[in-house]
């Protein structure tokens, strides 16, 4: 990598090189039956310079050749892509134990093993077919620039998931589990996914209308696209934002607190001390209370609207993902959560006269994203009546617009009902949203 | 587990000594290997990326990247191992050596490859205007010129645009003694316009591309001043109101439908492990109404999602899925094929050099009708005529995909223009729900499908169909 960056030095004003490597093994059971066995294991190069306030950008996987990367880099610097940012200078980051030798004594058999351990809890309790899949990997990355940044991060994971399917369907109730190392599968979450299954096995018509609905984990995401598309300094930039002009306004319930925390280590998937620029990352609240407090951003973003940067440059690829490699840095979210509420989840249910329990749902990309729209259908919504979960809704879509829903909070679950390996979301219950049904 | 390797094959020193053809290499890297089948792929992917956003170039990119997948079978036990280096190759090999094995251990799935014809070949690329030999600024300036249409339409506040360049050169053998070449390149602009007026926002979609070169992209100004019209009309445009409705869906939107409602549900690997679904799913079975004809074909030349070979090395061939509503093909990787005793079609297709590939559809459309799109329009007399797809999604029967916009159509005649269009239904009740095809035909020219990898030669199209009681979520 030194090498690779005195190479580009040699023609340009400053340099980054971004290293990433990742090696995973899975093995998938459908039906009690093992599937799928693989391994990848990835890694690659990308190369950002900058010469005369334009950036010039490269990627490459096998590092056969330095100086053709440099030069594709530099080829790039002919689009005179403008760049009002530098690379940052050498910070303290936090110190973050991800890392679990334990993933490198690994096998298949584990895997097998910990497929098993799930395939056990639902033997002879259900009639449902139960897939279960497990993985464990680690990564590692590497930024140096220039200016004598030089940070590394390296991490280790073991996940674990399991689906119940409703009869004749692929759409079920399913759990997933990430740890840094092997560790068994808590039974309350298990407990927890089976009672639902078991209550939503009925199939059931409803009649359109208005009512509430409990966003579930798993489904929230139909919610935090429309909310980060908003808050990320790209569409502040591009003026394609509902919060143009709204930082310090209340925008949503005084219920609803949302933040980033990548320094939390219980986000196995997102803890990161420095972001994929090299800044150092921190406790970034969002919305508090409903008041939009923070607008986040990348080195190029921040340039352009003239903030600090906020430690929100990733390669992910965002909303969609992608190659870490391929994607330059965007804005956003490595670690995202909601504030806690009082209420527990059997409260919150007990609580609804009439609706739905949106465990997930399919087509939340297919919305007016930016203007907060939503239109999905339920993959498996779960209809309540009278604080009782009836069953499953047949053919149901939920409908609405995150900036106006979320405005009627009406509780949020005392804590997380599952981390989904990023993500910190309790259950959030919603008044009068839009359901749409064959009934 | 990491850590386990396999035996350095003797050719693999060689290949250090001299440069050998790649299939060559790669034949090397699988002599002699222990198991009954190995099969092992190297791919080049070079890349060429031109981002605008609004009116600010904001990325321009042109890179390579490479790299190997290897599938093992031994004993029933198939597993498979993804690699960037070329010296982990065999440490590769051996970890899906031991994933096989571990496969049999467990008592898993019998996995059994169908017999296909060894094959030898190189498939170069056929193009009308090939957009590697030309520079990076012509390709700047084309993808500046439709942005600067796309951005001076009324209402319009912003632009998104991306030319993307994809070119990859795929290597395979096996030890069956297959060695293919195929050359495949990718193309397209493609963004959105985004319009306001006060806090409303609304986008629309374009996009021209395919996968015969250069030509297709050039002259469509038309296009993006078309369909940034559409995003400020967009602006005035009513919420549709959910509910049930009977709908008209274009041939784009037809298009994603079939995809999502049906599509996926032919790909034999989404229904194997399935027992419940599988028998709801065997060949000869009615499910769709007479009017409904629904070919894949990836041989159709010129197309977005044409090839010659998958990435088993097996010649695609065009598969008549549904003939008059009835199931009477279904698409096949070598194992699926095995396990359904069904003759194989070469539709195991990867994203790229990372992935193992699985089922795709490619080419997917309902076959063209009689009627006029004025006939369906008469026979629907009040509902909804939606257009272009924003996108779709399936989990198993169960569907949604978006619509871009649309219209309400009362007495047979096109109303006023709504938005916010998603759709829901169930495959089996949906076939049948299709009661009328028009004589129009269109293919999508930019791909996306996301069934775990992108597959950006997902073609779809269609003619205008008519479907009866579908679920639209309204805002």
Not at chain 1, 43 to 70: F, P
Not at chain 1, 280 to 304: E, M, W
Not at chain 2, 130 to 142: F, M, N, Q, S, V
Not at chain 2, 324 to 342: I, K, M, Q, W, Y
Request: hydrophobic letters at 35%.
């Amino acid at each position: 990598m030194e090498k690779l960056l005195q190479a580009a030095m040699e023609s340009a004003d400053s340099a980054e090189v971004f290293f990433t490597e990742s090696e995973y093994s899975s093995l998938s059971t459908r039906n009690g039956i093992v599937t799928e066995v693989g391994t990848t294991m990835q890694s690659g190069y990308a190369l950002r310079v900058l010469k005369g306030g334009k950036l010039g950008t490269a990627y490459t996987k096998n590092l056969l050749d330095r100086s053709d990367l440099v030069k594709n880099a530099l080829s790039s610097l002919e689009g005179e892509v403008e760049a009002g940012f530098s690379f940052p200078e050498p910070a303290e980051v936090r110190e973050m134990q991800k890392y679990s030798p334990s993933v490198e004594s690994l096998g298949f058999p584990d895997l097998f093993d910990a497929c098993r351990e799930l395939l056990d809890f639902f033997r002879n309790r259900t009639e449902g077919q139960v897939d279960a899949g497990s993985a464990f990997g680690r990564s590692s990355s590497r930024i140096i620039n220039s200016n004598g940044l030089d940070l590394s991060d390296r991490s280790s994971v073991f996940t674990g998931s399991a689906q119940v399917l409703f009869p004749n369907t692929e759409s079920g109730i399913y759990e997933t589990f990430s740890f840094r190392e092997r560790k068994p599968f808590p039974k309350e979450s298990l407990e927890r996914q089976l009672s639902l299954y078991t209550r939503g096995l009925p199939e059931v018509d409803i009649q359109t209308g208005r009512m509430k609905v409990m966003f579930l984990p798993f489904s929230m995401y139909t919610l935090t696209w429309r909310l980060s598309a908003a808050a990320s300094g790209r569409s502040f930039v591009k003026g394609t934002t509902p919060l143009l002009g709204k930082v310090g306004q209340k925008v949503l319930s005084e219920n609803f607190t949302w933040y980033d925390d990548p320094l939390d280590p219980d986000s196995v998937g997102g803890a990161t001390p420095f972001d994929d620029e090299g800044i150092p990352t921190k406790r970034t609240a969002i919305i508090v209370n409903g008041v939009f407090k923070t607008i986040f951003v990348n080195l190029d973003c921040a340039s352009q609207l003239n903030l600090a940067p906020t430690g929100h440059g990733y390669r992910g690829g965002g909303m969609w993902g992608g190659n870490p490699i391929v994607n330059p840095p965007q804005p956003g979210l490595s670690a995202p959560g909601f504030a806690p509420g009082e209420a527990s989840f059997d409260s919150m249910v007990e609580g609804m006269d009439r609706g739905i329990i949106l465990f997930g749902v399919l087509g939340a990309h297919s919305g007016n994203i930016i203007n907060g729209d939503f239109s999905v259908g339920m993959n498996p919504g779960l209809y309540v009546e009278r604080g009782r979960i009836v069953g499953r809704v047949r053919d149901g879509m939920v409908a609405g617009n995150a900036w106006d829903v979320l405005n009627r909070v009406e509780a949020v679950q005392n804590g997380p009902y599952n981390p989904f390996g990023y993500f910190r979301y309790p259950c959030v219950l919603l008044d009068g949203v839009s359901v749409s049904a064959r009934g | 587990m990491i850590g386990v390797g396999f035996r350095e094959p003797a050719g693999a020193s060689r290949l250090k000594q001299r440069e050998l053809p790649m299939l060559e290499k790669l034949e090397r890297f699988i002599a002699g290997f222990p198991a009954d089948f190995a099969d092992i792929r190297y791919e080049v992917e070079k890349e060429t990326t031109i981002v605008f956003s609004g009116k600010d170039l904001k990325e321009v990119t042109a890179s390579t990247t490479d790299g190997y997948v290897v599938r093992v079978l031994k004993g029933g036990g198939f597993a498979t191992a993804t690699v960037t280096r070329p010296e982990d190759v065999p440490r590769a090999l051996g970890m899906a050596l031991d994933g096989a094995e571990t496969m049999v251990r467990a008592g898993g799935k019998k996995v059994r490859l169908a017999p296909v014809p060894v094959v030898h070949d190189t498939v170069k690329l056929d193009l009308k205007g090939d957009p590697r030999g030309k520079p990076l600024t012509e390709k700047i300036a084309l993808t500046r010129s439709y942005n600067s249409f796309l951005g001076e339409q009324q209402n319009i506040a912003t632009t998104t645009l991306t030319y993307s360049e994809v070119y990859r050169d795929k290597f395979y053998v096996n030890s069956e003694g297959t060695a293919v070449n195929e050359e495949l390149l990718t193309t397209s602009i493609s963004g959105e316009a985004v319009a306001r007026k006060g806090d409303l926002l609304q986008n629309i979609r374009v996009a021209v591309g395919g996968a015969d070169g250069w030509n297709r992209l050039a002259g469509r100004e038309s296009l993006f001043v078309e369909r940034a019209k559409i995003a400020g009309s967009l602006l005035d445009a009513e919420p549709v109101r959910g509910g049930t409705w009977n709908v008209i869906l274009s041939p784009n939107l037809a298009g994603v439908f079939t995809h999502e409602a049906f599509g996926h549900f032919s790909e034999a690997d989404i229904i194997e492990d399935n027992p419940s679904l599988r028998a709801r799913m065997e060949i000869g079975e009615e499910l769709g109404n007479s009017s409904v004809s629904i070919v894949a074909d990836s041989t159709l030349p010129s197309q977005l999602g044409y090839y010659r070979y998958d990435d088993e090395g097996v010649a695609v061939r065009r598969v008549q899925l549904m003939k008059a509503g009835v199931l009477v093909g279904r698409l096949h990787s070598r194992a699926t094929a095995a396990a359904f005793d069904e003759p194989v079609s070469g539709h195991a297709v990867a994203e790229d050099h990372r992935y193992e590939p699985i089922v795709r559809m490619g080419t997917i459309f309902i076959e063209p009708g009689r009627k006029s799109f004025e006939d369906l329009l008469r026979d629907l007399g009040n509902g909804l005529y939606l257009v272009d797809g924003k996108g779709g999604q399936t989990a198993g029967e169960n569907f949604t995909f978006g619509a871009q916009y649309g219209f309400l159509v009362e007495n047979g005649k096109l109303g006023g223009m709504i938005r916010d269009i998603n759709i829901m239904r169930n495959l089996f009740t949906t076939l049948k729900s299709i009661v009328g095809v028009s004589d129009a035909f269109q293919l999508s020219e930019r791909g996306g499908c996301g069934k775990g990898q992108t597959n950006i030669k997902s073609s779809l199209g269609g003619p205008h169909v008519l479907v009866t009681d579908m679920v639209v979520g309204g805002v």
